[in-house]
């Protein structure tokens, strides 16, 4: 009798190989010859056959590679004896997929508050992370996280930043070019306004003004000199028709434009006059 295998296994498998086994329960009466596994892309392989070395009954295993990668796998386990060949049933697996491809990271349009990233598609990654810094923190919103892009607005004006992408799948990582970017200083930013206006001569008015990424202010126009980056003054505007404060701000970023407020003065009227002298 030809021996008898059953219960193939397939076990640490990879995208190129797996570990396969069986268990020759009866060498058949006669003494075995060879005991191995067998693998192919059809069902009952008998190609890609390769003895494990042991000539006993029993459980074995040994390594097999040269498998392509994410593909349904058959395979089997055989013993031999002076009578013939026995397999075993038929087993199946999925290999692993390749390692995710190489792929570029890049950044354009970065601003003072925000660091826009994108990357070219990794052929075979489930998904991307996201690191900036070293040690790496993970930017990703959420996983798998399949997108090509990602705009990272945690960052701080005039801040150097080192960012790395990470493709993934079952099989393992890949991770792209790391690049370094600096952020600009942001450009100031100037809110002016006066109130209330109109106005009567002699009334008063309160100027108010407020800035972002401003480290001076200097006024002009009606009023002058150096002026902190938010604040509030009261001004007594004159003469009529109208008086123009203006202001500009200063930061790292540069400069903003003149803002002028312009306050409407009414001049008081005139007393209507009666003749009271008679005739």
């Given at each position: 009798l030809s021996p008898t295998v059953t219960s193939p296994t397939a076990i640490s498998i990879t995208s190129t190989g797996a570990t396969l086994g069986a268990n020759v329960t009866s060498d058949g009466g006669a003494a075995l010859t060879a005991r191995g596994t067998c693998w192919g892309l059809t069902i009952e392989p008998t190609t890609n056959c390769l003895a494990e070395g042991g000539l006993t009954t029993g459980i074995f295993t040994h390594a097999r590679t040269g498998m392509p990668s994410g593909t349904t796998i058959y395979y089997r386990g055989y013993a031999t004896n002076s009578v013939g060949t026995g397999y075993s049933a038929d087993g199946s697996f999925v290999s692993a997929p390749p390692l995710p491809g190489d792929f570029t990271l890049s950044s354009s349009g970065v601003s003072c508050n925000s660091v826009p990233l994108?990357?070219?598609?990794?052929?075979?990654?489930?998904?991307?992370?996201?690191?900036?810094?070293?040690?790496?923190?993970?930017?990703?919103?959420?996983?798998?996280?399949t997108a090509l892009n990602f705009t990272d607005t945690s960052v701080s004006q005039n801040t150097a930043y080192?960012?790395?992408?990470?493709?993934?799948?079952?099989?393992?990582?890949?991770?792209?070019?790391?690049?370094?970017?600096?952020?600009?200083?942001?450009?100031p930013t100037l809110t002016f306004s006066g109130s209330p206006n109109p106005i009567y001569q002699s009334q008063s008015t309160t100027l108010t003004w407020s800035t972002t990424y401003a480290t001076t202010c200097t006024a002009s126009g009606a009023w002058s000199g150096s002026k902190a980056v938010s604040g509030s003054e009261i001004v007594f505007p004159s003469p009529p028709p109208s008086v123009t404060y203006n202001l500009q701000c200063s930061g790292p970023g540069g400069t903003t434009?003149?803002?002028?407020?312009?306050?409407?003065?009414?001049?008081?009227?005139?007393?209507?006059?009666?003749e009271i002298i008679p005739r």
């Amino acid at each position: 009798l030809s021996p008898t295998v059953t219960s193939p296994t397939a076990i640490s498998i990879t995208s190129t190989g797996a570990t396969l086994g069986a268990n020759v329960t009866s060498d058949g009466g006669a003494a075995l010859t060879a005991r191995g596994t067998c693998w192919g892309l059809t069902i009952e392989p008998t190609t890609n056959c390769l003895a494990e070395g042991g000539l006993t009954t029993g459980i074995f295993t040994h390594a097999r590679t040269g498998m392509p990668s994410g593909t349904t796998i058959y395979y089997r386990g055989y013993a031999t004896n002076s009578v013939g060949t026995g397999y075993s049933a038929d087993g199946s697996f999925v290999s692993a997929p390749p390692l995710p491809g190489d792929f570029t990271l890049s950044s354009s349009g970065v601003s003072c508050n925000s660091v826009p990233l994108s990357w070219t598609a990794s052929s075979n990654a489930d998904g991307y992370r996201i690191f900036r810094e070293s040690p790496r923190v993970d930017l990703s919103p959420y996983q798998p996280y399949t997108a090509l892009n990602f705009t990272d607005t945690s960052v701080s004006q005039n801040t150097a930043y080192l960012y790395q992408i990470e493709a993934y799948n079952i099989t393992g990582t890949n991770r792209s070019n790391a690049i370094n970017v600096s952020t600009p200083f942001c450009p100031p930013t100037l809110t002016f306004s006066g109130s209330p206006n109109p106005i009567y001569q002699s009334q008063s008015t309160t100027l108010t003004w407020s800035t972002t990424y401003a480290t001076t202010c200097t006024a002009s126009g009606a009023w002058s000199g150096s002026k902190a980056v938010s604040g509030s003054e009261i001004v007594f505007p004159s003469p009529p028709p109208s008086v123009t404060y203006n202001l500009q701000c200063s930061g790292p970023g540069g400069t903003t434009p003149v803002q002028p407020v312009t306050i409407t003065v009414t001049p008081f009227a005139l007393p209507e006059w009666k003749e009271i002298i008679p005739r």
